[in-house]
T-cell receptor, first 116, second 114 residues
Framework: AQSVSQHNHHVILSEAASLELGCNYSYGGTVNLFWYVQYPGQHLQLLLKYFSGDPLVKGIKGFEAEFIKSKFSFNLRKPSVQWSDTAEYFCAVNPRPPGNTGKLIFGQGTTLQVKP | EAQVTQNPRYLITVTGKKLTVTCSQNMNHEYMSWYRQDPGLGLRQIYYSMNVEVTDKGDVPEGYKVSRKEKRNFPLILESPSPNQTSLYFC?????????????FGPGTRLLVL
């Protein structure tokens, strides 16, 4: 079955620390990859996405992610976090055709707490 | 402003009392979907719709119904809610074409079933 696994469920960092959140998926075919962020009390917002091309993608607010096809991974990184990055982060995968129902398969989420 | 709206945002109800959560998008998107978010489980798809009058089950459809009579609206119906349907619900939409797979999410509806 298709699944997405986020390794860290709860991460606590101090401001200016570097961040890396792991994401692995299980699907043998071609995928679209996403990272969404959910700030407290808000809806999901797209941070960045990968469809094809350069496997290192840059998103909003200084975030970036690298797609490593051989490892089925799409890890999220940020060199220096801020208190305002406190949020829940979701990795999601959209398997491409055949059998593409448009569904996003989400990981369990990682709660990031940044201490000022 | 391009957006997905949901109503109500918060709802407390009792077991067995039918309810509907509305979802509307103003972006002329063909594809719409409902997810539920539970702690430690991420978001799971309940139902989706590829276009008007075309709906199909997602991963957790039991206890839910949907309809897609108009392109902009995709209501989620709980005919007989139960406490295990207490959750945070998100509606999402996106265009149908290849390369258009980014989904846009509504603000969420927090449901408590007593």
């Amino acid at each position: 079955a298709q699944s997405v696994s986020q390794h860290n469920h709860h991460v606590i960092l101090s401001e200016a620390a570097s961040l890396e959140l792991g994401c692995n998926y299980s699907y043998g075919g071609t995928v679209n990859l996403f990272w969404y962020v959910q700030y407290p009390g808000q809806h999901l917002q797209l941070l960045l996405k990968y469809f094809s091309g350069d496997p290192l993608v840059k998103g909003i607010k200084g975030f970036e992610a690298e797609f490593i096809k051989s490892k089925f991974s799409f890890n999220l990184r940020k060199p220096s976090v801020q208190w305002s990055d406190t949020a829940e982060y979701f990795c999601a995968v959209n398997p491409r055709p055949p059998g593409n129902t448009g569904k996003l398969i989400f990981g369990q989420g990682t709660t990031l707490q940044v201490k000022p | 402003e391009a957006q997905v709206t949901q109503n109500p945002r918060y709802l407390i109800t009792v077991t067995g009392k039918k309810l509907t959560v509305t979802c509307s998008q103003n972006m002329n998107h063909e594809y719409m979907s409902w997810y539920r978010q539970d702690p430690g489980l991420g978001l799971r798809q309940i139902y989706y719709s590829m276009n008007v009058e075309v709906t199909d089950k997602g991963d957790v459809p039991e206890g839910y119904k949907v309809s897609r009579k108009e392109k902009r609206n995709f209501p989620l119906i709980l005919e007989s809610p139960s406490p295990n349907q207490t959750s945070l619900y998100f509606c999402a939409s996106r265009p149908q074409g290849v390369g258009q797979e980014t989904q846009y999410f509504g603000p969420g509806t927090r449901l408590l079933v007593l």
